[in-house]
């Protein structure tokens, strides 16, 4: 596997060894030695699988108690991934990064606890796929707004993307909650 910094150097983009044949492919979408070996040395607790339509843009989420690490892939269609540094210590304090994850580049995203994600869905519908390293706290998740003028989050969409209610209510990333 192939594991390349982003501009903000603790989230990683992750391309796996891909084997295709007339069959079709085959990838390790996890290999606890080997992430170790990268640099990943994550202990997964949960998975999970969401379906989204064209235009949906799920985020930005984080836990500030129980903070989760993620391990993000697309298995069908295109999203268009960002992480968010919520960590007030660190040099890349309030930057974003941002990627295309999608079934034909078969590329995973590496999101250490500290961070906000979000993604937008970008072909007819997109199924996500991801691992995190602590459980869903639904009492300590917090959004911050998908818009939010201080971060200006360059999204590929045109317009408002659909939004649920709590993703539309988001704070702005001055008044958020953010780790020490």
């Known amino acids: 596997m192939i594991v390349t910094r982003t501009a903000i150097p603790d989230v990683l983009v992750i391309e796996p060894k891909v084997f295709g044949d007339a069959r079709g492919f085959f990838l390790e979408s ?3 030695k080997a992430f170790a070996e990268a640099g990943i040395p994550a202990a997964f607790v949960q998975d999970n699988h969401s ?3 064209r235009g949906v843009l799920r985020g930005l ?3 500030i108690l129980q903070p989760q690490g993620k391990l993000v892939r697309v298995a069908a269609g295109e999203v268009f991934d960002v992480a968010v540094d919520l ?3 660190s040099p890349t304090f309030g930057r974003w990064v941002g990627e295309r994850l999608s079934n034909d580049n078969k590329r995973m ?3 250490p606890p500290g961070f906000g994600h979000g993604f937008l869905v970008l072909s007819e519908s997109a199924d996500f796929l991801y691992k995190t390293t602590d459980y869903y706290a639904p009492e300590h998740e917090r959004v911050i707004a998908w818009n939010d003028p201080d971060l200006a989050i360059k ?3 045109a317009g ?3 939004l649920s209610g709590r993703d539309a ?6 008044d958020a909650e953010v780790f020490s």
């Open 30 to 32: 996890w290999n606890a």
């Open 51 to 53: 379906r989204s339509p």
């Open 61 to 63: 989420h984080y836990q």
């Open 87 to 89: 960590r007030r210590a």
């Open 109 to 111: 995203l590496w999101i």
């Open 155 to 157: 999204w590929p969409i």
């Open 160 to 162: 408002t993307p659909t």
């Open 169 to 174: 209510a988001g704070a702005r990333f001055r």
